[in-house]
Nanobody, 128 residues
Framework: QVHVVESGGGQVEAGGSLRLSCAASGSTHMINAMGWYRQAPGKSRELVALFTHSGRTIYGDSVKGRFTISRDNANPKNTALLQMNSLQLEDTAVYYC????????????????????WGEGTQVTVSS
């Protein structure tokens, strides 16, 4: 089993920055892909950024150029850091870290196929 834990959420004013952290533990040999999704009230869960099973990084269209996913150098395979800059009101959501065997296309990651393990989520609130 894989255990995924997020940290770093909070409240920030529009234009500000936050950094989220995620670490996986347990049977981490089962992880090929790892990254972030978010869900705003009344909306479906959407892809934010992740490392694919082939080692690429992919981003949702709404965060490109503002958010950056990276690894913790102390534990690169089992961590995912999300630096969020130029935050907008529309970025308010619960952010979930996910990990799993991965899948074969951007579209399937958008629908979180192959992402079997999820954290409990961390709230990010952007205020005006």
């Amino acid at each position: 089993q894989v255990h995924v834990v997020e940290s770093g959420g909070g409240q920030v004013e529009a234009g500000g920055s936050l950094r989220l952290s995620c670490a996986a533990s347990g049977s981490t040999h089962m992880i090929n892909a790892m990254g972030w999704y978010r869900q705003a009230p009344g909306k479906s869960r959407e892809l934010v950024a992740l490392f694919t099973h082939s080692g690429r990084t992919i981003y949702g269209d709404s965060v490109k150029g503002r958010f950056t996913i990276s690894r913790d150098n102390a534990n690169p395979k089992n961590t995912a850091l999300l630096q969020m800059n130029s935050l907008q009101l529309e970025d308010t959501a619960v952010y979930y870290c996910a990990a799993g065997r991965g899948c074969s296309s951007f579209r399937c990651y958008e629908q979180y196929y192959g992402m079997e393990y999820w954290g409990e989520g961390t709230q990010v609130t952007v205020s005006s």
